[in-house]
């Protein structure tokens, strides 16, 4: 029997519910600071990225509208309607926005006065919006491409156009938004380009539309979204389609002259989400699929129905067959850990990527006869020198500045997969099989954090298990590992000498 617990409220009715004195003194407080002060970037909080997100409101809907021009060393254009709902008083409203020129904003249909302030957009609206009302903040802007190459993120520029990876936090290196995992909302997307372009993005396809030599492309997500999954694929692309298990709709974006050498790649699918459904229940999502782009990225990335590959991985003959079905299921694994239940915070990423590898690992013990504890006592071996390069699980160090990707360290990989094998070990395989799959399904499409796990962890385990995981999540060290006394830190290796000069 699955366990449950009643519905956590919207935001916005967390606001509404508090007494009227409250609210009076909360909504003066915030008119009086908006009028009287400059504008500045704001932020909600977050220990990795305080400048991330922004307060007072909670993104319903993001509808995207994208004109390519047919090469990808120039900006796009591009209009990004948001519709929100207020959780608070505001004269102003801060949207996350850099390496784009705004040309106009309105808000409700009416033109608004805007500013930038560090990475946020500070639009001003004729009027204060109200506590709880939903409003409409149209922003008419360019995108460039050029602009975010010299950031982690943004758009990534491929051999035949463009896709996206806005990892951790560049989406809005893209298109204004409230970039902030905490914050989903649904998305629709509208992608203009010259004929003889394929645009693929998150979502199911809603129609496409030829007017003179260019065609738009339009999509849309049936569940809600972080703004970092967002995809947008724009090339000389073929989409491969087949039907996976329980009949969901697959679809594949492959460049099209590398079509049939990827085909044995691309077939594959099916079974691995079978696999994974088999481990944690039904797959979330209404379309899967993989796009392998022509660019040089160093990773992979788990875009919401649509996730992110290097093609070269899969011609590459230098990765084995096995390694590259194990990456092919990480990023699968994702669509549940990190996609439909998403972090709250930045901190929480262990729960993505602790998970993903966890799947990765198993997949490749029992498809490929890799045994996943050889790879944890590996792990447990390196664990504290992973802690005191980049803290630990669920603590990692903020990365050095112009390298935010530098938080997706062995410690929120690997580290974390040891404190899932750990809690295994703890609470024993039956009961972790059975959080596993309670904890995507209790919070499919939500944001969550670590302290939510550990309370699911607890009740199915049947005890307390805060004290386990604070020494596994948070400590400097490696607790000793359940069931393995033996395992111990294994130092680094000594540095090499310099070969001596005869």
Not at 16 to 42: F, H, I, M, N, Y
Not at 175 to 195: Q, R
Not at 207 to 231: D, F, I, N
Not at 435 to 460: M, P, Y
């Amino acid at each position: 029997m699955l366990l449950t617990r009643p519905a956590r409220p919207h935001p916005a009715l967390r606001f509404l519910r508090r007494p009227k004195a409250a609210l009076l003194a909360s909504a003066v407080t915030v008119c009086l600071v908006a009028a009287g002060a400059p504008a500045e970037p704001l932020g909600v909080g977050d220990r990795i990225f305080p400048e991330l997100g922004n307060p007072g409101y909670d993104v319903a809907a993001y509808d995207l509208a994208f004109t390519y021009p047919g090469s990808n060393d120039k900006p796009l254009q591009a209009v990004t309607t948001i519709e929100a709902r207020l959780t608070d008083s505001l004269k102003r409203i801060n949207l996350d926005f850099a390496h784009g020129t705004v040309e106009s904003v309105e808000v409700d249909g009416r033109r608004a006065a805007f500013t930038s302030a560090g990475e946020d957009l500070v639009v001003t609206p004729g009027h204060v919006l109200p506590l709880g009302s939903v409003t409409r903040i149209t922003v008419r802007h360019t995108s460039d491409p050029v602009a975010a190459d010299d950031h982690d993120g943004g758009w990534v520029r491929t051999t035949d156009g463009l896709a996206m990876a806005n990892q951790a936090d560049a989406a809005h290196l893209v298109f204004p938004c409230n970039d902030h995992p905490s914050d989903k909302a649904m998305f629709t997307f509208h992608v203009t380009a010259p004929n003889g372009y394929t645009a693929v993005a998150n979502g199911l396809p809603t129609g496409a539309v030829k007017a003179g030599g260019s065609t738009t492309w339009s999509y849309r997500s049936q569940h809600p979204m972080a703004t970092e999954l967002a995809q947008v694929s724009i090339g000389h692309s073929a989409v491969v389609r087949r039907t996976g298990p329980h009949g969901l709709p697959l679809r594949d974006v492959v460049p099209a002259a590398d079509k049939k050498e990827l085909e044995p790649w691309l077939a594959k699918t099916p079974d691995q989400i079978a696999w994974v459904e088999s481990k944690i229940g039904p797959y979330p999502f209404e379309t899967y699929g993989v796009l392998m782009a022509q660019a040089s990225t160093g990773f992979e990335l788990e875009t919401q129905t649509l996730s992110l590959f290097e093609k070269d991985i899969f011609t590459e003959p230098a990765y084995p067959k096995w390694y590259i079905e194990s990456v092919m299921v990480h990023e699968l694994s994702h669509q549940w850990f990190g996609d439909s239940v998403s972090p709250r915070t930045w901190s929480d990423v262990w729960l993505n990527e602790g998970h993903a590898t966890w799947y990765e690992a198993l997949y490749a013990e029992e498809k490929a006869d890799r045994p996943l504890q050889d790879r944890m006592k590996a792990a447990y071996g390196a664990s504290d020198r992973w802690r005191a390069a980049g803290g630990p699980p669920a603590k990692p160090k903020p990365p050095a500045p112009g390298q935010k990707i530098g938080i997706f360290r062995p410690n929120i990989y690997d580290g974390a997969a040891l404190v899932l094998f750990a809690l295994r070990q703890e609470i024993g395989k039956d009961a972790f099989e059975r959080l596993e799959k309670v904890w995507v399904q209790e919070n499919r499409d939500t944001s969550v954090g670590t302290a939510d796990f550990v309370r699911l962890a607890s009740a199915i385990g049947g005890r307390d298990l805060t004290g386990f995981f604070q020494d596994w999540l948070y400590g400097e060290k490696t607790p000793p590992m359940p069931g393995h006394p033996d395992w111990k830190q294994v130092p680094p290796p000594a540095p090499s000498k310099p070969a001596r000069k005869s």
